[in-house]
């Protein structure tokens, strides 16, 4: 088991105004793993996530407290940048999103762009790098220019995860990334994330347990805003320490 966390998060509350959504909670992610939150709908799994990277606090009604340690350092500390936090760690959405007036190119390119880097040799470079990591690259070398809106959902979804590549975060977040996709672009995805988790650490939300339990070394279970375990997740779907997690897994409630 790697021992080495990149994220370590501490008595971590969020919410929208009066509303509580996550609970105190505190857990730690390990380097190039790949950790699931799985749990019934509503449970705070994907605003968790949202804390991960300050994408929360986007909403005008949205609160934190606690602490998110990216590398030893709070990204919740006074003075940091919340764009910077998003360059360190990514995120791929639920549906795929790729921005619709630009080319394949330009998607991927996009993140470089906003940081007014415009080498065209260095660009060029690190889209293809970054298609290849997506799995991508032999399918659309030939059809850069074309709208990132013109390939498949499987396709668009494997741009989104280079677009997000192309800044060479530390860590990508995964808000259900297959949910939209049929089996085999399911299946796809589910084989690059085992890929990448060589260079990058993942935190995907799932609503598939089967997922979870095909791709992730870590499993943390959440119910109704509160972290119930955190497990190796060959452990977890094996002989989970709470005995709400073993009720969840077997289906009886969720």
């Keep these: 088991m790697n021992t080495n966390k990149i994220l370590t998060i501490d008595q971590l509350s969020a919410g929208f105004g009066q ?23 509503g449970c705070g799994k994907s605003t968790f996530l949202r804390c991960l990277n300050r994408l929360h606090e986007e909403n005008s009604e949205a609160w934190v407290n606690g602490e998110v340690n ?32 630009m080319s394949i190119f330009e998607n991927v390119a996009a993140g470089l762009t906003i940081r007014g880097i415009k080498k065209r040799a260095y660009v060029s470079q690190v889209v293809e790098k970054s298609l290849r990591q997506a799995a991508l690259w032999d399918e659309v070398k030939d059809k850069l220019k074309s709208p990132g809106t013109s390939l498949s959902g499987g396709q668009q979804q494997r741009l989104c995860i280079a677009r997000a590549l192309a800044i060479n975060p530390p860590v990508i977040l995964m808000d259900e990334p ?24 993942i935190v995907i939300v799932t609503h598939n347990m089967q997922q979870a339990a095909r791709i992730s070394d870590q499993t943390s279970f959440f119910l109704m805003g509160e972290l119930i375990e955190t497990n190796n997740t060959k452990q977890f779907f094996t002989n989970p320490d709470d005995i709400r997690s073993e009720n969840y897994i077997s289906g009886r409630f969720g």
């Design 19 to 41: 509303a509580e959504i996550v609970k105190k909670i505190s857990m730690a992610i390990s380097t190039h793993e790949i950790a699931a939150l799985i749990g019934p709908s």
């Design 178 to 201: 297959t949910s939209a996709l049929d089996p085999i672009s399911t299946s796809k995805i589910e084989e690059l994330l085992l890929q990448l988790k060589k260079e990058v650490t």
């Design 70 to 101: 990216l590398e030893g350092k709070n990204i919740y500390q006074e003075g940091i940048d919340p764009v910077h936090v998003r360059s360190q760690i990514g995120m791929v959405f639920q549906k795929p999103n790729p921005f619709p007036s």
